[in-house]
């Protein structure tokens, strides 16, 4: 993300000094904070299995989730993209935890949660290109998300019963 030009008055843009925001205008005193964007994902389960997919036109295994929309709440956000991807309709049983990363030079934080099948039979969706569902020691040989991976590492050190 770059900063370099103030959208009130057009002046170009320093960064800051002070730690409580990224950038101020020097002309118009606008300041300006970047914060990261969420990204949401979860670990689905399907019985003692777990869901995950694999981005089109690439060989990344992640778990299903996405960007929220506009006026969503995280919830709302992993339940609609759980089933765009992969035709599942979840309910959300915990959250696991966040990890703040970079995509594309972008700041994200990556919210997984954790989730269990209502409804639906798993079937790949337009934005995904596989899907596998897998046990949870297989799907984290499979999975190719650093924070994916992450994330089902710490949710199989919580579990006793693996
Ligand atoms: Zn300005």
Not at 22 to 46: G, H
Not at 52 to 63: A, E, P, Q, T, Y
Not at 136 to 151: I, R, S
């Amino acid at each position: 993300m770059d900063f370099t030009f103030c959208s009130h008055c057009g002046n170009t843009l320093e960064p800051s000094q002070d730690q409580e925001w990224d950038f101020e205008c020097s002309k118009c005193n606008q300041r300006y904070y970047i914060n990261p964007t969420p990204v949401v994902a979860a670990l689905v389960f399907l019985d003692d299995k777990l869901v995950i997919v694999s981005s089109k036109n690439k060989d990344l295994w992640g778990l299903p989730g996405g960007y929220v929309s506009i006026g969503e709440s995280l919830e709302e956000a992993i339940i609609r993209e759980v089933l765009e991807e992969t035709n599942l309709q979840i309910r959300i049983i915990d959250f696991l935890a966040s990890y703040p990363m970079m995509k594309n030079e972008r700041n994200l934080v990556f919210v997984v949660f954790i989730a269990e099948v209502d409804d639906g039979e798993p079937r790949a969706g337009d934005d995904v290109d596989e899907l596998l569902v897998l046990t949870p020691k297989d799907a984290y040989e499979q999975l190719t998300g650093k924070f994916a991976k992450k994330a089902l590492e710490y949710w199989m050190s919580l579990a006793t019963d693996l």
